[in-house]
């Protein structure tokens, strides 16, 4: 999970630079591309950060529940 926040944040932060004129600058023509493939990017990574929190949220309800054996 450390790895997908980590993951995101830098995304985010490549998005925040390519908006900016220096950003513009550097990526030239390509930058609206560059600008949608950062976004998608950081969509799917919240998408798989709140998947995987809800994941670990379910597991802990899961082992509250008593264990017992089949047939008992």
Same mark, same amino acid.
């Given at each position: 999970?450390?790895r997908s926040?980590v993951?995101?944040?830098?995304v985010?932060?490549a998005?925040?630079?390519?908006?900016?004129s !220096?950003? +513009?600058a550097?990526?030239?023509?390509?930058?609206p591309?560059v =600008?949608?493939?950062?976004a998608?990017v950081?969509? @799917?990574q919240?998408? !798989?950060? +709140?998947?995987v929190?809800?994941?670990q949220?379910?597991?802990? =309800?899961l082992k509250k529940?008593?264990?017992r054996p @089949?047939g008992?």
């Amino acid at each position: 999970m450390l790895r997908s926040v980590v993951t995101l944040v830098l995304v985010i932060t490549a998005f925040c630079v390519a908006s900016t004129s !220096r950003g +513009m600058a550097l990526l030239g023509p390509a930058r609206p591309m560059v =600008l949608t493939a950062l976004a998608v990017v950081a969509f @799917l990574q919240g998408y !798989r950060l +709140m998947r995987v929190w809800q994941a670990q949220k379910r597991d802990d =309800l899961l082992k509250k529940i008593p264990k017992r054996p @089949l047939g008992i």
